[in-house]
Every structure is written in C-alpha cells, then in structure tokens.
C-alpha cells in the first residue's frame, strides 16, 4: 500500500471513531455521572497507551522523564484529560449530543485568539472576519433553547439550563486550546507524553471521587461505555491519527478531512441516540467549520 493509500486508511478510520464518541458520550452518561465516566475512560486510556508504549518498545522512554517534565505533564493533565473532560461531559450531560459535540468544534478558534497573548501572534482583519463566521455559528445553534430540557433534570428553566449547557461545550474548547498551546512547547515523544498526561488526569479523578464518596460500581452499559470511550476517543484513535500525519505526504492532505466528523455524527447521533437533528444545529455547524477553515486556509 502506498504511503498516501496508508495515510488516507488511518485518517478514515480515525475519523470514523471519532464520529461515534458524541453518542456514546450521550448514551453512557444515562447510567452515570460525568466524574465516573471520567474515571473509567482514563483508567482504560492509561492501560491502552501503556500498552502501546509496551509494543512499540517505548516503554523506556517514561524513565528518562526528568522531574520538571513530570511537573509539565501534571499541568497538562490537569487540563487534558481531567478538566477539559468534567466540563464537556457536564455540556453533554445538559445539552442533545448534536449541540454539545457541534459547540465544542470551536476550539481551533480558541487556538487561534489564545495564540495572540500566549505565542505573540498577530492577527489579520480576515482572520477577524473568519472567527466571527464561525461565532455566528454558535449563536445559531444556542438558538435552539428548548432542547435543553431534559426528563427527570433539575427545575431550571429551559433558558436557564440550555445556557448553562451552551457555557459548559464552549468553555471545554478553551482547556483543550490551552492544552494544546502548552502541548506544542513539550518536544518529548506523542504516546509517552500522552500516556503521562492521562496518567495524571486519572489521579486528579480518582481523588476527587475519594473526597465526594463517589465511588460505586455502575451498571455494565456504564463501563462498556466508557471503556469504548477510553478505547476510541482518548487511546487507539490517537494513534491512529498520528500514523495518518505520518505517512501523508502533507499534512493539510489529511488534516482537513477530520472536519467530516461533527457530520457523520450528527447522523449516527440521530439512529442512536434518537435525537431529531435541527435544522439549528446544521445551520450552526456550517458556519462554524467554515469559519474554522477559512482560517486555516489564510494561516497557510
């Protein structure tokens, strides 16, 4: 199989992980609670990096860590996977999967405004104008309040709840944006790296769960889910996507077919989870990839 071939077949299937994650994200957090969905995921990621680390003959590499880069992934930890995910998974737990896994796309514009103080990068007026395409779009889905309602939630107003949800999916970006700026200055190896980070985020989780009693065993459907959640969404699939930058012959060849994923899974969103796709949300998601886009195109 040629390089490129190779390439495009780790990027579709990537792609085709990712796709299912707001489904199960929705799915899973009906039998349990953000925090131990948290807990579960990043126990099975911890095991499944590990595990790679231990195939690829890498597992050395966690030896040569020094004490500052020990301190670094525990910063980074701290924002992926242990905050980044508590405020996402709070979104999902509020809003319909399709708002909250659309909403949470913003964060390459986070990137991009976070990069202006954080990395001294200027910023052109037709940048300007993309981020604000892809803010419309945000409004657009936040249009839709009333689906924020959920049966059995708490006895807040739809407005109320929906903007608390919208909050929640748009402010994960930023930990995740932040993580990633943070991420490009540490030059240690991707799964070891990542392995240490997870690591971390499991502790954080493990110790808050201590400190609230929240420790219980869920139901199967729970830790199926979220063992599928540790397996696609934070271990093998980022593997995978590393393989595909790898062997592209350019990286904008795969990189930008990774926006087809809040398509695929608002359809997958809609036989699984049964949630009726606005016509909001496609609208909203429109303008917030193409915002996203069009940025990339004139960083280019």
Same mark, same amino acid.
């Given at each position: 199989?040629?390089?490129?071939?190779?390439?495009?077949?780790?990027?579709?299937?990537?792609?085709?992980?990712?796709?299912?994650?707001?489904?199960?994200?929705?799915?899973?957090?009906?039998?349990?609670?953000?925090?131990?969905?948290?807990?579960?995921?990043?126990?099975?990621?911890?095991?499944?990096?590990?595990?790679?680390?231990?195939?690829?003959?890498?597992?050395?590499?966690?030896?040569?860590?020094?004490?500052?880069?020990?301190?670094?992934?525990?910063?980074?930890?701290?924002? @992926?996977?242990?905050?980044?995910?508590?405020?996402?998974?709070?979104?999902?737990?509020?809003?319909?999967?399709?708002?909250?896994?659309?909403? @949470?796309?913003?964060?390459?514009?986070?990137?991009?405004?976070?990069?202006?103080?954080?990395?001294?990068?200027?910023?052109?007026?037709?940048?300007?104008?993309?981020?604000?395409?892809?803010?419309?779009?945000?409004?657009?889905?936040?249009?839709?309040?009333?689906?924020?309602?959920?049966?059995?939630?708490?006895?807040?107003?739809?407005?109320?709840?929906?903007?608390?949800?919208?909050?929640?999916?748009?402010?994960?970006?930023?930990?995740?944006?932040?993580?990633?700026?943070?991420?490009?200055?540490?030059?240690?190896?991707?799964?070891?790296?990542?392995?240490?980070?997870?690591?971390?985020?499991?502790?954080?989780?493990?110790?808050?769960?201590?400190?609230?009693?929240?420790?219980?065993?869920?139901?199967?459907?729970?830790?199926?889910?979220?063992?599928?959640?540790?397996?696609?969404?934070?271990?093998?699939?980022?593997?995978?996507?590393?393989?595909?930058?790898?062997?592209?012959?350019?990286?904008?060849?795969?990189? @930008?077919?990774?926006?087809?994923?809040?398509?695929?899974?608002?359809?997958?969103?809609?036989?699984?989870?049964?949630?009726?796709?606005?016509?909001?949300?496609?609208?909203?998601?429109?303008?917030?990839?193409?915002?996203?886009?069009?940025?990339?195109?004139?960083?280019?």
């Amino acid at each position: 199989m040629k390089a490129q071939k190779k390439a495009y077949f780790y990027a579709f299937a990537a792609i085709g992980c990712w796709s299912t994650i707001g489904s199960a994200f929705k799915l899973t957090l009906r039998v349990m609670s953000p925090l131990e969905l948290l807990f579960y995921s990043s126990f099975t990621a911890c095991v499944v990096l590990l595990s790679i680390l231990v195939v690829q003959g890498k597992l050395p590499l966690l030896k040569q860590v020094t004490a500052r880069q020990l301190a670094h992934s525990a910063l980074l930890g701290l924002l @992926n996977p242990f905050l980044y995910y508590i405020v996402l998974l709070r979104g999902y737990d509020i809003l319909p999967a399709q708002e909250a896994g659309t909403l @949470n796309y913003i964060w390459p514009l986070i990137l991009v405004l976070l990069s202006i103080p954080m990395l001294k990068q200027k910023i052109s007026l037709m940048s300007i104008f993309a981020i604000l395409t892809s803010f419309a779009g945000i409004l657009i889905i936040a249009s839709h309040r009333e689906a924020a309602v959920r049966p059995g939630g708490p006895a807040q107003t739809g407005a109320l709840l929906h903007a608390t949800g919208v909050a929640l999916a748009v402010g994960s970006a930023f930990f995740w944006a932040l993580y990633w700026i943070l991420n490009i200055r540490d030059r240690r190896e991707a799964v070891s790296k990542l392995f240490l980070n997870f690591f971390f985020g499991f502790f954080y989780t493990a110790v808050v769960m201590a400190l609230a009693g929240h420790y219980r065993l869920p139901p199967w459907q729970g830790i199926g889910g979220a063992v599928y959640i540790g397996l696609f969404e934070m271990g093998i699939t980022f593997v995978l996507w590393l393989n595909a930058l790898k062997h592209s012959v350019t990286t904008a060849k795969v990189s @930008n077919l990774i926006y087809l994923s809040p398509f695929i899974s608002l359809v997958i969103i809609h036989f699984t989870v049964g949630e009726t796709i606005y016509l909001s949300t496609i609208a909203g998601l429109v303008f917030l990839v193409t915002g996203i886009i069009w940025q990339q195109y004139l960083k280019h």
